[in-house]
């Protein structure tokens, strides 16, 4: 976790360890599809992923589901929720695979930690960089959905993973039923356009990889 969350760049691992065993942490294991978070909860602990992947999943009052982000090792979640006012998870965290997930109290943040100043200066340095990264991830998940056609919001979805990967045959993070959601689309619907582009030789597909032939930067 120490070299894969940026949360914690440029601390040691020996002083990382020392600065968590002061916070507090926490770690749990969950199994895959057991809720780590439920909308509406109350939290004041950021999470952060040490193995396996969690999907952040929006339940509307109608209880449509809505796929929100999908996290991986090192990444962290309920940051923004412990420091609210109201401190309640606007979105359901639910493990997608097995995983182990370190909880740890947003309030060591903000306290007087001594001999740990400098780390705790890291931390909100580090935090501040996430953020960022965040708001870019959710431009370009609103870049998808706002596709005038399906086609279109799989190509630009296509495209940005296969600009990730860096290379032709590239892997998507999700299943067809999490593609559909991400997309805001039936899954049949997916379905059917994926065929229909490889059908046309727009795309080649198994599983989750792909390999797309019409490629925009």
Same mark, same amino acid.
């Given at each position: 976790?120490?070299? =894969? $969350?940026?949360?914690?760049?440029?601390?040691?691992?020996?002083?990382? =360890? /020392?600065?968590?065993?002061?916070?507090?942490?926490?770690?749990? +294991? /969950?199994?895959?599809?057991?809720?780590?978070? +439920?909308?509406? %909860?109350?939290?004041? =602990?950021?999470?952060?992923?040490?193995?396996?992947?969690?999907?952040?999943?929006?339940? =509307?009052?109608?209880?449509?589901?809505?796929?929100?982000?999908?996290?991986?090792?090192?990444?962290?979640?309920?940051?923004?929720?412990?420091?609210?006012?109201?401190?309640?998870?606007?979105?359901?965290?639910?493990?997608?695979?097995? $995983? %182990?997930?370190?909880?740890?109290?947003?309030?060591?943040?903000?306290?007087?930690?001594?001999?740990?100043?400098? &780390?705790?200066?890291?931390?909100?340095?580090?935090?501040?960089?996430?953020?960022?990264?965040?708001?870019? %991830?959710?431009?370009?998940?609103? *870049? $998808?959905?706002?596709?005038?056609?399906?086609?279109?919001?799989?190509?630009? *979805?296509?495209?940005?993973?296969?600009?990730?990967?860096?290379?032709?045959?590239?892997?998507?993070?999700?299943?067809?039923?999490?593609?559909?959601?991400?997309?805001?689309?039936?899954?049949?619907?997916?379905?059917? &356009?994926?065929?229909?582009?490889?059908?046309?030789?727009?795309?080649?597909?198994?599983?989750?990889?792909?390999?797309?032939?019409?490629?925009?930067?």
């Amino acid at each position: 976790m120490t070299n =894969s $969350c940026k949360l914690f760049d440029g601390i040691s691992p020996e002083k990382l =360890s /020392y600065l968590l065993s002061a916070l507090n942490v926490v770690e749990r +294991t /969950y199994t895959k599809g057991q809720i780590i978070l +439920t909308q509406g %909860e109350k939290t004041r =602990s950021l999470g952060v992923i040490k193995s396996g992947s969690v999907d952040a999943v929006h339940y =509307s009052d109608a209880g449509n589901e809505s796929l929100i982000a999908h996290l991986t090792v090192g990444q962290i979640f309920a940051d923004f929720i412990a420091v609210s006012k109201t401190q309640e998870s606007p979105v359901t965290l639910v493990a997608n695979t097995d $995983c %182990e997930v370190v909880f740890i109290p947003m309030g060591g943040f903000f306290g007087e930690l001594k001999g740990f100043e400098n &780390e705790i200066h890291l931390l909100m340095t580090n935090l501040a960089g996430i953020y960022a990264e965040q708001y870019f %991830e959710l431009k370009e998940r609103i *870049f $998808c959905i706002t596709a005038p056609t399906l086609r279109e919001k799989i190509i630009r *979805f296509l495209s940005m993973q296969k600009k990730k990967a860096k290379t032709e045959i590239f892997e998507v993070p999700f299943n067809r039923e999490r593609m559909a959601i991400y997309l805001n689309a039936e899954r049949s619907a997916l379905s059917r &356009e994926l065929m229909r582009m490889k059908n046309d030789g727009v795309i080649d597909c198994r599983g989750k990889k792909f390999i797309l032939k019409i490629y925009r930067e």
